[in-house]
Nanobody, 122 residues
Framework: QVQLVESGGGLVQAGGSLRLSCAAS????????MAWYRQPPGKQRELVAT????????YYVDSVKGRFTISRDNAKNTVYLQMNSLKPEDTAVYYC???????????????WGQGTQVTVSS
């Protein structure tokens, strides 16, 4: 059973920083692309950033470019999201996502974390 567990959310003032972590556990062959999504109150979930297994950063949504950094530690099966210069509009539930091959013969399966709340006060 593969699980993604996020941590690091909380309440922060505008201009502050938070670092989110997401660790994968269980039995699997390989973790491929990992990503962070967020869902603001009353809005749809949106993709924030992605990173490949080799560490290449594929994508940042325009609203976080220059402020957020995605990274990963493959030895720890963990992806991070460093969030600086936070704004009230960054308030959302942040979700970790990973494409994981459970066995060497299987295709990627999509896994989600449970979400962690980030609240930025003005």
């Amino acid at each position: 059973q593969v699980q993604l567990v996020e941590s690091g959310g909380g309440l922060v003032q505008a201009g502050g920083s938070l670092r989110l972590s997401c660790a994968a556990s269980g039995s699997f062959f390989r973790i491929n692309t990992m990503a962070w999504y967020r869902q603001p109150p009353g809005k749809q979930r949106e993709l924030v950033a992605t990173i490949t297994s080799g560490g290449s950063t594929n994508y940042y949504v325009d609203s976080v470019k220059g402020r957020f950094t995605i990274s990963r530690d493959n030895a720890k099966n963990t992806v991070y999201l460093q969030m600086n210069s936070l704004k009230p509009e960054d308030t959302a539930v942040y979700y970790c996502n990973a494409a994981i091959r459970v066995t060497a013969w299987s295709n990627n399966s999509n896994y989600w974390g449970q979400g962690t709340q980030v609240t930025v006060s003005s």
